[in-house]
């Protein structure tokens, strides 16, 4: 069981994601805003981080670049899951600090197999 920090402002994106991820034997922390869950990251030191791109403040491409590059954070996988499909978004996610890039409403197997793969399990 791995503990992921899901950075998503959506109620319903961030219930749907939850449900998915505990079913699958991991432990959620959950936060709405970038600026909030860097914060949370840095205290908590999840597993993995699932980043949505399109957030209030901060966007996550802005919010991966500061944990990618925190050496408090720079360790945690972060895996931008986002409604932003263009080969250009996922090529910036990627170059920002990103270890994956799927698109929204994702693959319930494809997003647990990389999960796991990111994990290392």
Not at 78 to 89: A, H, N, P, R
Request: with cysteine; aromatic share 2%; hydrophobic share 40%.
């Amino acid at each position: 069981m791995a503990r992921i920090l899901l950075i998503e402002d959506s109620p319903t994106d961030t219930a749907v994601l939850t449900q998915l991820l505990q079913r699958n034997g991991h432990q959620v922390l959950a936060s709405t805003s970038a600026e909030d869950g860097i914060e949370v990251c840095k205290r908590e030191l999840p597993d993995l981080v699932l980043m949505d791109v399109v957030l209030p403040g901060m966007n996550g491409f802005q919010a991966t670049r500061a944990l990618s590059r925190d050496g408090a954070t720079s360790q945690i996988p972060v895996l931008i899951v986002s409604t932003k499909g263009m080969e250009t978004d996922k090529a910036w996610g990627m170059r920002q600090g990103a270890r994956g890039y799927i698109v929204k409403p994702p693959d319930e197997g494809d997003l647990v197999a990389r999960i796991n793969e990111l994990l290392g399990s």
